[in-house]
T-cell receptor
Framework: GENVEQHPSTLSVQEGDSAVIKCTYS??????FPWYKQELGKRPQLIID?????GEKKDQRIAVTLNKTAKHFSLHITETQPEDSAVYFC????????????FGRGTSLIVHP | DGGITQSPKYLFRKEGQNVTLSCEQN?????MYWYRQDPGQGLRLIYY???????QKGDIAEGYSVSREKKESFPLTVTSAQKNPTAFYLC???????????FGSGTQLSVL
C-alpha cells in the first residue's frame, strides 16, 4: 500500500517568514495530493490540492509543488501570520481501487508574532 | 448548516463498556470514513463505507465496529476489545470527487 512520509514534525518560524513542509510518497500510481489544515481542537480542512498532471498550484499565500519523478510534494506558505499556526497534513490518493487517501503524520507549524 | 456532524463532543468510557460515536452528514455524500487521531500519529483509518449496507476495514479496525444502514449515518462503536481507546475520533465524508474529504468536528474519547 501507499506510504507517506512528512517532515518536519514541528516547524517554528517568525511572523513574515516562509514555511515549507515536505512529503514523500511510495506509490507512483497516486495522482491526487491534498493538504489539510487542523487548528487546535478543530476539524481538518482542505486548504489546497494538486493532481499529478500539474507541477505547481498557488492560492494567495500558499502553494503546492509536485515532483512526480522523485515522488515528493511540498507545501509553501509565504508571509506567515500567527493564524497560520496549526497542524498540517499531507496525503496521497491512488486513482483506482478504494481511492482512500493515506495521510502523513502531520507538521505542527508555530508562527511567533 | 450543511455539513457533517459528530456527537458527542466528549465521551467517557468505563472499562468493559461499549460506546457509540455518532456521525451524520447532509451533504448527500456516498462515502463515509472513520479516522483515529493520536498525537504524532497522524490520521489512521478505522473503517470506511462507499455505499449503504457495505463497509470495509481500514488499517486499525480491531476493537471497533460500524454500520451503514442509511446514507446519512455512519456510527462507530468502540468495543471493550479496544484496550487503548483514548483518542480523538474524526468522521469524514466524500462525494463524487471522491478523493476530497470533508471532516466532522470530532469526538474526544477518554477512559474513566
Amino acid at each position: 500500500g501507499e506510504n507517506v512520509e512528512q517532515h518536519p514534525s514541528t516547524l517554528s518560524v517568525q511572523e513574515g517568514d516562509s514555511a515549507v513542509i515536505k512529503c514523500t510518497y511510495s506509490d507512483s500510481a497516486s495522482n491526487y495530493f491534498p493538504w489539510y489544515k487542523q487548528e487546535l481542537g478543530k476539524r481538518p480542512q482542505l486548504i489546497i490540492d494538486i493532481r499529478s498532471n500539474v507541477g505547481e498550484k498557488k492560492d494567495q499565500r500558499i502553494a503546492v509543488t509536485l515532483n512526480k519523478t522523485a515522488k515528493h510534494f511540498s507545501l509553501h506558505i509565504t508571509e506567515t501570520q500567527p493564524e497560520d499556526s496549526a497542524v498540517y497534513f499531507c496525503a496521497a490518493s491512488p486513482p483506482r481501487g478504494s481511492y482512500i487517501p493515506t495521510f502523513g503524520r502531520g507538521t505542527s507549524l508555530i508562527v511567533h508574532p | 448548516d450543511g455539513g457533517i456532524t459528530q456527537s458527542p463532543k466528549y465521551l467517557f468510557r468505563k472499562e468493559g463498556q461499549n460506546v457509540t460515536l455518532s456521525c451524520e452528514q447532509n451533504l448527500n455524500h456516498d462515502a463515509m470514513y472513520w479516522y483515529r487521531q493520536d498525537p504524532g500519529q497522524g490520521l489512521r483509518l478505522i473503517y470506511y463505507s462507499q455505499i449503504v449496507n457495505d463497509f470495509q476495514k481500514g488499517d486499525i479496525a480491531e476493537g471497533y465496529s460500524v454500520s451503514r444502514e442509511k446514507k446519512e449515518s455512519f456510527p462507530l462503536t468502540v468495543t471493550s476489545a479496544q484496550k487503548n481507546p483514548t483518542a480523538f475520533y474524526l468522521c469524514a465524508s466524500s462525494g463524487r470527487q471522491i478523493q476530497k474529504l470533508f471532516f466532522g468536528s470530532g469526538t474526544q474519547l477518554s477512559v474513566l
